[in-house]
């Protein structure tokens, strides 16, 4: 069994901060990409932000300059930080892994249960 348990959603004001954490556990052999996808209510589920097992980051236009991801590999962990948060930033955020469950095995794609954040105005 493979599990992704997002943490730090909550309620902030517009310009706030706020970190969200993922934490991969069970049975993995590795962990290829990390991503952060956001679901607004009404809205399709979207991309915010993608790190490599290299280590290289990719960002929604939506996140460049604001948010940044990282990666803790031996840890399996995975964090988004949110900065100057704007009231559209408001959604369920979805930590997903490529996961790798046995050697000779293929990468999967796992998603966490999601974690609320709300920005007020």
């Known amino acids: 069994q493979v599990q992704l348990v997002e943490s730090g959603g909550g309620l902030v004001q517009a310009g706030g901060s706020l970190r969200l954490s993922c934490a991969a556990s069970?049975?993995?052999?590795?962990?290829?990409?990390m991503a952060w996808y956001r679901q607004a209510p009404g809205k399709q589920r979207e991309i915010v932000a993608i790190i490599t097992r290299a280590g290289n980051t990719h960002y929604a236009n939506s996140a460049k300059g604001r948010f940044t991801i990282s990666r803790d590999e031996p840890k399996n962990t995975c964090d988004l930080q949110m900065n100057s948060l704007r009231p559209e930033d408001t959604a369920v955020y979805y930590c997903?892994?490529?996961?790798?469950?046995?050697?000779?095995?293929?990468?999967?794609?796992?998603w966490g249960q999601g974690t609320q954040v709300t920005v007020s105005s």
């Open positions: 069970g049975s993995i052999v590795s962990v290829n990409n």
């Open positions: 997903n892994a490529q996961i790798k469950k046995d050697a000779y095995g293929n990468f999967y794609s796992y």
